[in-house]
């Protein structure tokens, strides 16, 4: 069951997942029925003291079930105790049940916490039968409003612990809903760039392979490495997703993992550098791993987009207060700018970089070629 604020109450579904008869549910049955049996005996002002026990223990016996159907017990023992109201009405019959049957007061919050809303009304109703009883009977009025209170009040504990419930299963939802678009965007970054290296290197071994076999062996190589590199990202990525203790825990990427980008270029696409300023270290977690993200998908993107290019140049550097990485090709044409087949890559890059409160700026330089410009502050806070 989630919240639903357009939809009418008694409309509401049961609530979701409810727990069945548990250890302390029998314990709590053992525990009414001792009550119950000392307080017969005990007790010298008993009418009808048998029928008391009887019904209590029976009531007693229901409450295992009071969450998975708390509507049929509910009126199974409000509807016990109120015919048995009757028969002493009709008799003309002092009749007082016993203390201990007050354990009937966890079926009103069982009611309102896990039953449909139609369920709700129904019980409601069937609750109100023994007030009216009492009112009938010429009970005092304080009895019959103390009462109603009473039961009232284990309604809105009801009530307000499921509304806490919901809200919470809506935070983890939506928790999930955005760990799912984290590890997309992070299956993306990784393996498009991986699978970009792969086509350049593939392409440039196919046109150098007559004439240069040495070039094509070596392209050969820095396919199967880049191969290697995706299929182990994805295995960590899929043992955290399987989660447990075989799952696969390594050490988030960051600035210090750039250096991986760095490619000779030889024929074999454009030459990529990676330059790095000594100054930023202590950079916190989220802010290390963007600039990481952010540049591997400049760096993608470049070797997809960026036409007779012949280098891709990575800068990172920063002051006290930001982390700045910038991302130069050389590319005739657009560059990096992908048009229709850039995905979702420079939307999630802007989209990483604003979540951090930073800037992101990604457009054609007037020399030629296209530039990736991100700032992020380093006390970025995230949201």
């Known amino acids: 069951m989630t919240l639903d604020k357009g939809r009418p109450y008694w409309a509401e579904p049961r609530a979701a997942d409810p727990p069945g008869p548990a250890r302390r549910d029998w314990l709590l049955v053992a525990v009414v029925v001792v009550a119950a049996t000392i307080e017969t005996f005990a007790r010298e002002d008993l009418v009808w003291s048998g029928i008391s026990l009887v019904a209590t223990v029976g009531v007693a016996c229901l409450l295992p079930w009071r969450r998975v159907h708390p509507l049929v017990v509910l009126v199974a023992a409000f509807g016990t105790m109120s015919a048995i109201d009757v028969v002493a009405l009709v008799l003309d019959v002092e009749w007082e049940g016993l203390n201990s049957a007050a354990v009937m007061l966890v079926l009103p919050y069982a009611l309102t916490r896990w039953a449909a809303g139609r369920e709700v009304g129904i019980g409601l109703l069937v609750m109100a039968v023994p007030l009216v009883l009492t009112a009938v009977d010429g009970q005092p009025a304080g009895d019959v409003v103390g009462g109603t209170i ?22 983890i939802a939506g928790l999930r809903s955005r760990e799912r678009e984290e590890l997309a965007r992070e299956l993306h970054d990784t393996v498009a760039h991986h699978v970009s290296a792969i086509a350049v290197r593939a392409q440039a071994g196919r046109v150098v392979a007559t004439a240069r076999p040495e070039a094509a062996v070596d392209a050969l190589s820095v396919i ?18 399987r989660g447990g203790d075989q799952a696969v825990l390594r050490p988030q990427q960051g600035v210090r993992d750039l250096a991986r980008l760095a490619q000779p270029g030889e024929g074999h ?5 990676v330059t790095i300023a000594e100054d930023l270290g202590g950079l916190r977690p989220a802010v290390d791993a963007a600039c990481f993200r952010l540049a591997q998908e400049a760096v993608t993107n470049a070797l997809r ?3 007779r290019a012949s280098m891709v140049q990575v800068r990172v550097d920063g002051d006290a207060e930001h982390v700045r990485l910038t991302v130069d090709d050389d590319g005739q044409g657009g560059g990096a700018s992908g048009g229709a087949t850039s995905g979702f890559g420079l939307v999630g890059m802007a989209e990483r970089a ?13 020399d030629g070629g296209w530039t990736v410009a991100a700032t992020i502050p380093r006390r970025a806070v995230t949201t």
């Open 305 to 307: 987009h960026a036409r």
């Open 269 to 273: 696409g454009p030459r990529v550098t």
């Open 354 to 366: 604003k979540l951090l409160g930073g800037t992101f700026d990604a457009g054609p330089r007037p």
């Open 224 to 241: 199967e490495e880049e191969a290697t590199r995706a299929l182990e990202e994805m295995r960590s990525m899929v043992g955290a997703l």
């Open 150 to 171: 009473v039961l009232l009040l284990a309604c809105a504990i009801g009530f307000a612990v499921r509304y806490a419930g919901e809200l919470r299963a809506e935070e």
